[in-house]
């Protein structure tokens, strides 16, 4: 009996100990649960945040900025010119010729660029006149009765030919000029004409002229007393096949002595009126130039007589017109 009473006892003071040692670890069990929930919400909403991620680091990707169509007005070195453009994407590159309004360039190319700010833009010009088989740009030094000159030359094509005033370092000529070619990869001297009209000579300056009618400006370079000069028988509506017109430089002014204009080719026939009597009857047949050794057939036309068959033959020999024979016949 005395043994189950303390068994009993011993009984209810291990459930004692017990329920006091629960009481104290309920906060640590809710703390605990706490973190647990915690992490299993993380855990459920990872996918979900990275697939935010995902798609805000997608986005910037998937709609790219472009540059709209459009036409560019750019000025480069003084020459103005429109270039088109496509619509592109940012980062792109396109290329167009050096071909302005007023200047073709010889080689290179002009390179636009999309911005980032949805504008084309110049990025690069390589416009140039040199060309592999041309002349490079350079730095000519020229000597002139002891004076010394240093002349830019740019870029030139093949063949090119540049003028330049007459500026030295210690004179400038009043009249005249100095040619520059491109010949076999370098430049040279072509023609110089650098002149300072002496006290009884004649200045340069345009001189207007007429011949026949027909008009002409000619800019005459600086002269010496007494000197002559011609210049082709060009006209603002005719140039004539050869002859020229002609001017001599007399009391410090230039002075006009005439022409030798013509149509006619050097060494051929002038046109002349040619006075025809064949069996007493007369004509005045009008030639035109001729060249040597050519031959001419006009109708029997006289002036009270036409033949019904046959031609006036003419050639032209020594520089002149010459009958040769007749053939006009009624039958």
Known sequence: ???????????????????????????????????????????????????????????????????????????????????????????????????????????????????????????????????????????????KSGHNGTFMLPCGSPDAVLRQPCAFEDKRYENGSIGFACKRGRWEVAEETCATPLSAGCHAGPYTVFVSGHKAVKELPSGRAGDHLEAPCVFQDKAYVDGGVRFYCADKAWQFLGNSCSDCIMGGCEQRNFKVNISGHEADFKLPCGRMDQHLAIPCVFRDKSYLFGFVNFGCKLRSWTIENSTCHDY
């Open 1 to 143: 009996m005395r043994s189950d009473i303390h068994t009993s006892s011993f009984a209810k003071a291990v459930i004692g100990r017990l329920t006091a040692l629960a009481v104290l670890l309920a906060p640590v069990r809710s703390a605990f649960l706490a973190v647990h929930k915690r992490q299993s919400n993380r855990r459920n909403e990872a996918p979900d945040a990275s697939a935010r991620l995902a798609n805000t680091s997608a986005g910037p990707a998937l709609v790219r900025a472009t540059c709209h169509e459009t036409t560019l007005l750019l000025n480069v070195s003084g020459f103005e010119g429109e270039f088109g453009l496509p619509v592109g994407q940012v980062g792109e590159t396109f290329h167009r010729p050096c071909a302005f309004r007023n200047k073709t360039y010889e080689d290179g190319k002009m390179s636009f660029q999309c911005r980032r700010s949805g504008h084309w833009t110049l990025a690069e010009s390589t416009c140039t006149d040199c060309v592999s088989a041309g002349c490079p740009s350079t730095a000519f030094n020229l000597t």
